[in-house]
Structures are given as C-alpha cells and as structure tokens.
C-alpha cells in the first residue's frame, strides 16, 4: 500500500496529482428542504492514493455517507452536489453522463454497505446476482461467467463456493452475506472501493475476517479503500491514512499513527477519549464525549464544534472560536482548529 500523501487543505483548490486515484476538490452536497437548500456536505477535499486505505470517521449525521455515495452519483433528489469536483483517474465524474457513469460503478468504483441484506435481491440465488454483474459489464458464455462467480467466491474465503452459489441470500449468515457483497463489488477488478460502514453489524470475530479480507485486496490487486466508520478503532487496525468530519466538514488529516499518537483537533481527541484502553495499557475511566452534533439547519458560526468544544476556555480566546471559521493552514497533519498547536501540546503534557 502507498505511504500516505499530504493532504490538501479543506476548502482549498487540490490540483489533480497522477500518483493519486481519487482527488476531490472544495465539493458541496445540498438538499432541498421546503424552499431552503440544506448542506450535508461542505466544501470537503481530499485525496486517495493508489493501493491505499483512506479512513472517513466521525459521529452519526456528521455526513460520511452521504460523501460517500456522492463519489458513485448515487445522492438523489433532493438532495445534489452542488459544487466543487470529483476526479476519478483523472476525469471529473460530476462532468460526466449518466451513461457514463453506469459504466464506472461496479466497473472501477465499487459499493459495499453496512446491511448486505437490504441490497441483495431476496429471491435470486447468490450466483445469479454476482453473475449479473459479470454479464452486465463483461458478458461471456454461461460457463465462463459460472466459473468466474466460484472463483470470486473463494476469494472472499467463503467455503463450498459451488455450492452456496445455489442459496438464497437469507439461508447465509451476517457475515457471510457480507463477504458476498464484498465479492460481488470485486467482480469487475476496481481501482476503488466505498465501505460504508461494512462490519458495524457483524460480531468482534467476523469483523476481524472482513478487515482482514480488505487489507488483502489492498495489498494483493493494489484497491484503494475508503473506509467510511464511527470507530476509530478500526481505522487504527486497517487504515493508511484518515480524514476526521465533524458536521459537514473536514476537522482534521493525518497518518493513523500521527492521529492516534497526537491529535491536533479538540474533537479527534474527545472521539479518541471515548476508545476502551488497548491491550497492555492501564486501564481509565471513558470520556464520551458530550452534547449533540448539530444538525446541518442550525451549525454555529465560527468553529462548529465550539459549543461542544472542552478546551475552548483553556487553550485560546472563546469569542474568535464562535465568530471566526478555523481553517487549516499547513499540509500534511493539519487540523481546522485556531489552537491546533496548543491542543498538541497540551495532550503532550498529559502524557508526561
């Protein structure tokens, strides 16, 4: 997997870089409500290299998902992007037709989602619906696409391929349902796939197996993943690089080292401060975070998380925090915070 590359800031232009397979640049997603429009989205930029695990964390209603299936132009009415950029290998997919499009979902953009379930056709066999796949994009003879749909079903380390090719989705466990997803998603070879949320529902063993199957496609057929989550323990065990959201935008860019190790954002700490203690590690009391996320009718000015925020008052000047919008202002590690700084050093001080 590639090392991870610096990350542009939000809000700012990203020029397209061909050592990244996905660069998205300053895009908005609105919906429609009543006469108003509604951001879930705001002008979010990042980036994804090539063969490169890419975390997306952040509380419920923060805007993942819906980031997400922007990438794939699967955000219906009424909701729309409304600005910015998408460059997929170099093209911009919101320039591109609906035709277009069809072509590089499943093809060379995949989506896996949380309920495997509640996207698989209850009453077509497992085959049949991953061999659509195949026939929809690829075509070939009954015995080729047969012999393709086993092959794919090893891969995903599903046991007796020819035969739970017969079954029908409700005859599978969780997790298996959820490694037939994965697989169909994989039929066609894409550069980049969309987990939303993909081990949210299964148990701790299952989950495991699920993250071990994507650190294998990403080592093995170099696939980007963007691995959209609320648990950052899961973005420390699988994930290259991560992007923390917080009520429609980016709050803060880092390696999963860097991040884990010294968070510069107020809220990557307080989500940070909610993990149970690792293995070996003396053992603390939790520190759920409090309040709620704000709905996207009614952020705050200033820095959205201020009113949630405990270090307003110590680190730095309360009024410039619910007045003034904090931008990032270096590459790299960066954080949209006006203390940034501050809230490293004094999570240092902790630590000594």
Not at 123 to 135: C, L
Not at 282 to 301: A, C, F, I, R, V
Not at 331 to 345: K, L, R, S
Request: proline share 7%; aromatic share 4%.
């Amino acid at each position: 997997m590639t090392s991870g590359a610096p990350a542009a800031e939000t809000g700012s232009p990203m020029a397209d870089d061909s050592d990244d397979l996905l660069v998205v640049n300053d895009m908005s997603v609105q919906f429609r409500v009543g006469g108003a429009w509604l951001p879930a989205v705001d002008h979010v930029s990042l980036r994804i290299g090539r063969g490169e695990i890419v975390g997306l964390v952040g509380e419920s209603g923060c805007g993942k998902s819906t980031f997400g299936m922007s990438l794939l132009r699967l955000v219906r009415a009424p909701g729309e992007v409304r600005g910015g950029s998408i460059i997929f290998n170099g093209r911009d997919l919101l320039a591109m037709t609906e035709a277009e499009m069809r072509r590089i979902r499943g093809a060379s953009i995949s989506l896996v989602v949380q309920d495997a379930l509640a996207v698989m056709n209850p009453v077509t066999t497992v085959g049949e619906q991953m061999a659509e796949v195949v026939r929809d994009h690829v075509g070939g003879t009954r015995i080729q696409i047969r012999d393709r749909v086993i092959d794919m079903l090893r891969r995903v380390h599903l046991p007796e391929p020819e035969r739970l090719m017969r079954r029908y989705p409700h005859q599978l466990s969780g997790g298996m349902q959820q490694r037939v997803v994965i697989g169909q998603a994989l039929m066609l070879g894409p550069e980049l796939i969309v987990a939303d949320e993909p081990t949210t529902a299964l148990d701790v063993t299952v989950q495991a197996q699920i993250l071990d199957l994507f650190r294998e496609v990403g080592e093995t057929h170099q696939t980007s993943v963007l691995l959209i989550t609320h648990d950052l323990g899961v973005v420390g065990e699988l994930c290259d690089r991560v992007f923390v959201m917080y009520a429609g935008r980016i709050v803060e860019s880092a390696g999963v080292t860097q991040l884990f190790s010294a968070p510069k954002h107020p809220y990557t700490r307080a989500l940070l401060a909610g993990l149970l203690p690792l293995k070996g590690e003396p053992p603390e009391k939790l520190q759920p975070l409090p309040g709620q996320l704000p709905t996207p009718d009614d952020w705050p000015s200033g820095c959205r998380f201020h009113p949630r925020c405990p270090l307003r008052q110590v680190l730095g000047n309360p009024a410039r925090c619910e007045q003034e919008e904090p931008m990032p202002i270096e590459t790299g590690h960066w954080a949209a915070c006006h203390f940034a700084d501050a809230v490293q050093h004094e999570q240092q001080g902790q630590m000594t």
